[in-house]
């Protein structure tokens, strides 16, 4: 076998023999020819030693299962993992070993929406058949939202869920809160507030927001403003230890600790602990979240469906299954989203600048527009998002 470059693997007996003599054999090529590169040219072109035998092939199949289990857990794209396989056929066959694949990360699982091909979603399917539990989320995700298809992509996020696995946790509480997927009277809000709750055990922070905000509003639960309230300082403290933990040498800029009674500007990060000063960079969005808002984007050409919407804040891409699925904003309308999560982000990002409250007459499901003043956003202060109501 030959690298890359064409070399030949040495021999894996007398290697000290061998080496002597391909010494010899470069100085009296050079005493002959007195062209030193073109020697070595030649000695890197020169095929295999008969008989001789390749190292790599001696190498035990354990090793090697290891290499690449260890490359695909710390994988920073899927490139990363597929460089590998097309280097040789042995490598393809143990880089599709169900051992490596279930030990894929989040960042080699990540497929861009415009990438999306058979073979993507085959892949990910073989990463489900090996246990991977982020693979299950990530095409549930993706069969649930963007291939309309309810019951595989709700069955792979229950597995996944069934693995701890935080988002989908967090998702199906979405699905129970919206009866996404089936009618309005399919909603379950106390199994969604249960899905809520494990997913804000294991430090989903969306989850922990979204819990919060259920205490305070008595929705699917007996209300409890302050324990509400204390779930949302505890949003906000962990999106804020989750940024230092990435950036541990990163210094903390002092407009983040500086209280300014203006308005926040939109664009510039995302307001934690908003009514104490506290500014942050705008979270990363999940990949499988990624791929819903690239999918359904102008660039692909993608829609959710007629008089379907879309989620409004930009980091969720969740569209409704049915007409009216989401809340709106209750003073202007204009916005609806598919939790209290994403509207108390969304808020945070952009809203709070562009809510502008209107007289509305009521629509054709008889709606009405709300008081047009601030409720709650995170509920620190009671001064720090929108209400929203039923589409």
Not at 5 to 11: D, H
Not at 253 to 282: E, K, Y
Request: hydrophobic share 35%; with cysteine; proline share 4%.
């Amino acid at each position: 076998m030959r690298t890359r470059r064409g070399l030949c693997y040495p021999k894996e007996v007398n290697m000290c023999v061998a080496n002597n003599s391909r010494a010899v054999k470069r100085r009296k090529l050079e005493v002959a020819g007195g062209d030193t590169i073109g020697c070595r040219r030649m000695l890197k072109e020169s095929p295999q030693i008969a008989g001789g035998r390749d190292l790599f092939d001696a190498l035990p199949d354990d090793i090697l299962l290891t290499i690449l289990c260890k490359l695909s857990s710390t994988a920073a794209c899927p490139a990363d993992l597929i460089n590998v396989l097309i280097t040789c056929k042995r490598l393809n066959g143990l880089g599709l070993h169900s051992l490596v694949l279930s030990k894929s990360s989040q960042k080699m699982l990540e497929v861009k929406a415009k990438n999306w091909s058979e073979s993507a979603h085959r892949f990910l399917k073989l990463c489900v058949d090996a246990g991977n539990i982020e693979a299950c989320f990530i095409l549930g995700m993706i069969r649930f939202y963007c291939l309309h298809n309810r019951g595989s992509g709700a069955s792979l996020m229950a597995k996944a869920a069934i693995g701890s696995h935080a988002s989908a946790l967090y998702s199906l509480a979405i699905v129970q809160f919206n009866g996404s997927g089936s009618s309005k009277n399919d909603k379950d809000l106390r199994a969604g507030v249960a899905l809520c709750a494990r997913a804000a055990f294991l430090g989903h922070v969306d989850a922990l927001r979204e819990l919060g905000h259920c205490l305070q509003d008595g929705y699917g639960v007996k209300q409890n403003v302050a324990e509400g309230r204390r779930f949302l300082v505890q949003a906000n403290a962990r999106e804020l230890a989750t940024f230092l933990a990435a950036a541990p040498s990163a210094v903390v800029p002092s407009s983040w600790l500086t209280w300014n009674p203006h308005r926040h500007v939109a664009g510039s990060g995302c307001p934690l602990l908003s009514d104490f000063g506290c500014n942050v960079p705008t979270p990363e969005a999940h990949p499988a979240n990624r791929f819903l808002a690239d999918w359904f984007s102008d660039q692909i050409g993608n829609t959710p469906g007629s008089g379907l919407r879309l989620c409004s804040h930009s980091g969720c891409g969740r569209p409704e299954t049915r007409r009216h699925e989401f809340r709106r904003c209750s003073a202007c309308g204009a916005v609806n989203y598919c939790s209290r999560a994403c509207q108390a982000l969304d808020w945070k990002l952009r809203h709070k600048v562009q809510c502008a409250p209107v007289e509305r007459l009521a629509d054709d499901d008889g709606y009405f527009n709300g008081d047009g003043n601030d409720h709650g956003g995170d509920g620190i202060n009671g001064n720090g998002g929108e209400a929203m109501e039923e589409s």
